[in-house]
């Protein structure tokens, strides 16, 4: 069993930064690849970005490709998402995910363990 706690989300302005973070609990962190996704109000959860065991593979949305960066500290069993140039269309709630395989993906349906989500509004 795998719990995750986000924490790290919030309100920014526009261009704004910030730094997302996920605990897990468990010994078997470092065979978990980790994903991020992101629910925004009226709409499907979606793929943001996810990385694998070792933090050696990652892969983005599109949308989010060379604004947000995703790392993992294997001895605090954390994971980060690490938000730049913020826009109102990043405004959701985000979730972390753990996979009980080492490689990454980004589908939702491959995850075993998810979080509760933490906040982040953009505001212009």
């Known amino acids: 069993q795998v719990q995750l706690v986000e924490s790290g989300g919030g309100l920014v302005q526009v261009g704004g930064s910030l730094r997302l973070s996920c605990a897990a609990s468990g010994r078997s962190f470092s065979t978990n690849a980790m994903g991020w996704f992101r629910q925004a109000p009226g709409k499907e959860r979606e793929f943001v970005a996810t990385i694998s065991n070792n933090g050696g593979d990652t892969y983005y949305a599109d949308s989010v490709k060379g604004r947000f960066t995703s790392s993992r500290d294997n001895a605090k069993n954390t994971v980060y998402l690490q938000m730049n140039s913020l826009e109102p269309e990043d405004t959701a709630v985000y979730y972390c995910?753990?996979?009980?395989?080492?490689?990454?993906?980004?589908?939702?349906?491959?995850?075993?363990?998810w979080g509760q989500g933490t906040q982040v509004t953009v505001s212009s």
């Open positions: 995910a753990a996979r009980t395989l080492d490689y990454k993906s980004s589908s939702p349906l491959q995850y075993n363990y």
